[in-house]
């Protein structure tokens, strides 16, 4: 159940209340794809750096280590060792992922695992099986993801048949939450508004998929290469026909920038790779802005990352040593970054709960919005 607690203008506070804990929103879902965060990270490190959520992926799980034998080990919570909220994708942006592997069918979606080529068919009521077994708080309809630009047509049909799906996306969840041996009985379920870049086509789609009344609403089919002038317009577009007390998950962003306009315009919760995909490479957010430890002028730095961040890696080690570290291939150089850059995703969100819960959003997006993508 999501709980509107205040807004500014058009940015909103709230609470998420889950069977696995409530969420204080807005909040960055930290992505785990295969039930850990790349970069050596776990779940019990999560805690440290101030996560909430947990975002694991479907169509990874389901070829390996495969959702039935996850299911055995007492669900993703058991597995991971995660104890709050966990969301799993659908699996449908990964077979768009697959586009020279796939084809798409009323029924659902056929496709080659990248793993061993083995043909897999994914269609609404696997997914949700799947995710079932996978015993993730929220689960996420089966879509299309559509590339952009798109032509018009297709976009238009993809819609319709992506609110086929959700449809039976619904039943097939209620189905198995009644079942005695469900792992969550619990589960939540998210629509996905599609749509490409044609402000028409979203607003029509929206306005069909929240008569349906579910837990929440997510923007999907953004992020995927349209310039983020395009994804700020649809959201603007999209978000007055968006239930004002559902939850709203804008999918696959962002960079801190994208999180600042994108709560502005009344978004709830994120995602992304870039936070440990970065840092893996040594790419690191501060409130400063981006810093590279791969830069020879860190050599000598005795400072720490960012000397106004708390996180387990500011407050011990120095950003000479991170270098050092990347320079000579060590596994820990990954692991202490990524552990900065969520911490750093994470506080952020505080940050911005904090301005709305005082009334200065406002001042801390115009504040900060110029400032948190800049490379130093």
């Known amino acids: 159940m999501y709980k509107l607690i205040k807004t500014e203008d058009t940015a909103r506070r709230g609470e998420f209340v889950t069977v696995h804990g409530t969420v204080q929103t807005p909040a960055f879902m930290n992505v785990a794809t295969c039930g850990t965060i790349k970069g050596a990270v776990s779940a019990y490190d999560l805690k440290d750096l101030h996560c909430q959520i947990q975002l694991c992926n479907t169509y990874h799980l389901h070829l390996r280590p495969g959702d039935e034998s996850v299911k055995q080990l007492g669900g993703l919570h058991k597995f991971t060792g995660w104890d709050g909220m966990i969301l799993t994708d659908s699996g449908g942006f990964q077979v768009f992922s697959l586009a020279s592997l796939r084809k798409i069918k009323e029924e659902g979606v056929y496709f080659a695992s990248h793993i061993d080529g083995r043909r897999i068919f994914m269609g609404p009521?696997?997914?949700?099986?799947?995710?079932?077994?996978?015993?993730s708080t929220v689960a996420m309809a089966f879509d299309e993801c559509v590339e952009n630009p798109a032509e018009y047509q297709y976009?238009?049909?993809?819609?319709?048949?992506?609110v086929r799906w959700l449809k039976r996306c619904k039943a097939e969840m209620e189905r198995l939450n009644s079942l005695e041996d469900t792992i969550n009985?619990?589960?939540?379920l998210f629509g996905i508004n599609q749509g490409s870049t044609y402000e028409r086509l979203r607003i029509e789609n929206m306005c069909e998929i929240a008569q349906m009344n579910l837990d929440g609403y997510a923007i999907g089919g953004l992020a995927v290469g349209e310039p983020k002038e395009e994804m700020y317009r649809i959201i603007s577009a999209v978000e007055p026909f968006m239930p004002k007390n559902k939850i709203r998950y804008l999918m696959g962003v962002g960079t801190p920038g994208n999180i600042l306009e994108a709560v502005r315009r009344g978004v709830d919760l994120f995602d992304c790779v870039m936070p440990s995909r970065n840092a893996r490479h040594g790419h690191l957010f501060t409130m400063q802005g981006v810093i590279n430890m791969?830069?020879?002028?860190?050599?000598?730095?005795t400072q720490p990352i960012d000397p106004t961040c708390d996180c387990p890696t500011c407050r011990k080690f120095s950003r000479a040593y991170i270098r050092h570290l990347f320079k000579s291939g060590e596994m820990l150089a990954m692991r202490l970054c990524v552990m900065h850059n969520l911490y750093f995703y994470n506080t952020l969100m505080e940050r911005i709960r904090d301005a709305l819960d005082q009334g200065t959003y406002?001042?801390?997006?115009?504040?900060?919005?110029d400032v948190l993508d800049r490379r130093i």
């Open 125 to 135: 009521e696997e997914s949700m099986r799947i995710q079932s077994n996978l015993g």
């Open 362 to 369: 406002t001042a801390f997006y115009n504040r900060y919005i």
């Open 155 to 162: 976009a238009k049909e993809s819609c319709e048949r992506t």
């Open 294 to 301: 791969n830069n020879a002028k860190y050599a000598l730095d």
């Open 185 to 188: 009985p619990h589960q939540l």
